[in-house]
């Protein structure tokens, strides 16, 4: 089996005394002893990137019982590279922070306080900054819920939609009262730097290469090519905070299909709960719209049921406002889908830096590398490591399924200007 190679080996820090500390300040105990502990690695290759996140399993005494608990542990990797440089000054834990510590609790709070019981996501048990950046959650995988391997039909997007509309409304309605929701502004576009953007132009360029390749898409090619560079001005000023919003709202800012767990009884999805709230940005609603249409919906359920999916959306997040006895002015659905047209350089960023890698498994991917490599300690799904990125993934862009995703879109694009830029 193949392992992201940073969560082979845990920190020397992350022992039992460690999670000792963090038990004993979760149940408020401090005779608490912790007895035996078991860290391994906490995901499958590809499953996260800006962070290294392990599975501990703990067993401990307190209060004359024996107990076991299972613990997902999350830091920053000890190494160099693209993922140490990414959250070297602590950003993006800091947001994550301020999510589950202050806004998360508080929109809990105010969808019971109309009936509503509504989980958005696991509860974080602790947090520290010194002398090591880290953040433990519950493992709510002993809850039943579990990863998933595929991008979502209708009916599963739509109980992320539910719960994205209550989010999107609880902050709207809480902006005021929790002032710290407007201040969140380190979403996608300001945490990415040169080498990122090194490797969205290369993959940008590799699609222009491959269009060249389909009859009567030539045409396409300079365009798509263009893009290169110019690009990156557009995604941050979809990002900014602007008077021309029509209205904000607070964004998960990374709804894709991989950064959530899911409850599945007898093959029907029951329930989806939100993880990693690194990017979760004050702004556009067309932001967590636009980026999940593309990284959670299955290509059926974006391409048959867009607008179906975008009104059930609305519906559920003018509901929500109204329960919560709202008397601030509700954006109209215009309002919403003029939102997502002014924001539709995000659609083409989205399809071609992306949007390929959601056809494809990494883990299958890894693990034929781990064996042409007669490797059996796993592999670093590193972005930084260029060359052997750039030899598994370059097979995405030919992907006949991509293919017949962007044929269909890139003439919808052009008629729409998003490849105008």
Known sequence: MVFNKDEMHAPAWMNSAFLEKVLKQSENNNGLNVTECQIVPGTRPGDHFASIIFRAIVKYQSRGADHEVSLIVKTVPDGNGLK??????????????VMYNSVIPEMHRLLRSVGDDTELGPRLLYFAKEPNVVMVFEDISVQGYSMKDSLLSLSEAKIVYKKMARWHAASVHL??????????????????????????????????????????YEHFSEKVDNLKKKIYKKLSHIYQLKESNIYNVLNHGDLHYKNMMYKIENGTTKDILLLDYQISVWGSPAIDIIYSLYVLCSTETRENHRGELIKFYYDEFVASLNKFGHLGKIPTLLDLNVEILKCGHLEIFISTAFLPFMFVRFEEMLEEHSKSSNSDEGFEFDFSNKEKMQEMLEGSYRNPVYTAVMQKSLPVFLTKGFLDI
């Not at 140490?84 to 922070?97: A, N, P, Q, S, Y």
């Not at 576009?189 to 969205?200: H, K, L, R």
């Open 84 to 97: 140490r440089d990414l959250l070297k000054d602590g950003v993006l834990f800091d947001t994550e922070i």
């Open 175 to 216: 902006a005021n009262t929790v002032p710290v929701i407007k201040t969140l502004n380190k979403g996608l576009a300001s945490v990415t730097n040169e080498e990122f953007e090194s490797i969205w132009d290369s993959n940008i360029g590799m699609l222009a290469k491959v269009i060249q390749e389909w009859p009567g």
